[in-house]
């Protein structure tokens, strides 16, 4: 399997709500259901169905999913909009267990590109 048909699944749910979600993070509240596959996180972190099913599998995915023309733009879009929001606290904008998710997938796309 190619890495573009493994991450299919991240650019088909971000297909109709990926505007949302960033204007969402620019308005600096997050407001509706996105964060599993805007910001993956390393697979076995979650324990829900969907975690798990957008949960990223290895530091070969998430070089993968950096390095696609869409996800790695849209990743980094994402975390720049945060980035220039006056709240430093994700918790503020993503809700405190949406901010560990952040951390934890900050950390992961940090591992894969240092």
Do not use: N
């Not at 990926?18 to 599993?36: C, F, N």
């Not at 996180?41 to 949960?55: C, I, K, M, N, V």
């Not at 023309?69 to 904008?93: F, H, I, K, M, N």
């Amino acid at each position: 399997m190619t890495a573009d048909a493994t991450l299919a699944r991240f650019v088909e749910a971000q297909a109709e709500i990926y505007d949302t979600a960033l204007a969402e993070i620019r308005a600096g509240a997050k407001r509706s259901h996105w964060m599993w596959f805007i910001f993956p996180q390393l697979r076995g972190l979650g324990q829900s169905p969907t975690a798990h099913y957008y949960g990223i599998a290895s530091l070969a995915e998430a070089r993968a999913y950096l390095a696609h023309g869409l996800l790695g733009t849209r990743y980094l879009e994402c975390v720049s909009a945060l980035q220039a929001l006056r709240s430093q606290d994700p918790a503020a904008v993503l809700g405190s267990v949406d901010a560990t998710k952040l951390r934890s997938s900050l950390t992961l796309f940090e591992w894969a590109d240092p």
